[in-house]
């Protein structure tokens, strides 16, 4: 496996980034980004320990700092990884949306994040499935909703682009396993396996950290589902 450290995937990230960030201000209108400043956040990290990390989109921390999940919700995130054993700086960190999504506030002349609608996730899918293939990881950890969804039409668009010929019986039970897997609380903790045309990484889908902020009665489910992550990250070491 080809690995690469932080320096070597920001070199690596350059042109997709500024790919990226033209094709969305090209595409402003199109894709109905409102008037006002695009703030892009990009993934951070290195493919050292083969594993990518799937969040929804950046806030305003993280525009601030210009890293994905360093705010509220990255300082869980950091705890949750700190315990599993995993050093931050091994992983890779990304958004399925790289701008922040917003909205006005309650207050007059404050700004809100808002959540990412279908629209938005699968006009991001194509620059998430560039990121995956360079990152190449071995285990992608998704972190709440949207990019569970993200991976459901990132299976759908390679079921769908690919002869009915060319796929085995396996990778047919994995777009249908897909298919079945709408939401986060009835898939959370669970292996999946997600075949792309010349590569298979495993899935697991997690809570969004900011879930535990929400709703703590989740953190048992969260520890549990770490163990299995743990447990998949031995199996594949092997
Ligand atoms: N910060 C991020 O970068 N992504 C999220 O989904 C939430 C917070």
Redesign the pocket.
Known sequence: MVSYDIQEMEHLNKDFRKRCTQEVEKRREQLKIPDGPLEF?YGYGSSAAGIMLI?????K??VRMGR????K??AILSEILENTGFEREDLY?T?VVKYRLSREGKRPGTVANRPATTFEITNSMLWLIGEILLVRPQLILT??N?PLKAMRHIAQYFQATQEEGDLTELQKSYYEEYLNMSEIGMCHGRQLTCTFKNFTATHIPLY?P?SLIYNRSLRKAYDADMKEVQRCVVLLSK
């Open positions: 956040v969040g929804e989109a950046p806030g921390d993280e994905p999940f360093v705010g919700a990255g960190i958004n972190l709440g949207v969004h900011a």
